[in-house]
């Protein structure tokens, strides 16, 4: 089993930047991807970003209206990956949950994950 335990959401303006974490515990494993979604009210949980690691490297992937304004990393020793998200806007406006899967395929499909944070809440004002 892995748990999984997110922070770093909040209220900002537009044009800030926030940094969102998800702390893993648990099992370990060798090859895995976690993924960032995101789900505003009456909208479907929508891919965000995601990292697949096989051999200690990652691999980063994002969806469009993100590129290039989120960026993801992990502090390894901590067990934990970070969303660093900047350049934000109104419509970035949404719950954001952290995911993790044993399997490097599919990684924009929520159904695959395994294991979900709680997720947190991110409000960005025009």
């Known amino acids: 089993q892995v748990q999984l335990v997110e922070s770093g959401g909040g209220l900002v303006q537009a044009g800030g930047s926030l940094r969102l974490s998800c702390a893993a515990s648990?099992?370990?494993?060798?090859?895995?991807?976690m993924g960032w979604f995101r789900q505003a009210p009456g909208k479907e949980r929508e891919f965000v970003a995601a990292?697949?690691?096989?051999?200690?490297?990652?691999?980063?992937y994002f969806e469009e209206q993100v590129k290039g304004r989120f960026t993801i990393s992990r502090d390894i020793a901590k067990n934990t990956m970070y969303l660093q998200m900047n350049s934000l806007k109104p419509e970035d406006t949404a719950v954001y949950y952290c995911?993790?899967?044993?399997?490097?395929?599919?990684?924009?499909?929520?159904?695959?994950?395994?294991?979900w944070g709680q997720g947190t809440q991110v409000t960005v004002s025009s």
């Open positions: 648990g099992r370990t494993f060798s090859r895995y991807a």
């Open positions: 995911a993790a899967q044993q399997s490097l395929l599919n990684w924009d499909n929520p159904r695959r994950y395994d294991y």
């Open positions: 990292i697949t690691i096989s051999r200690s490297a990652g691999i980063t």
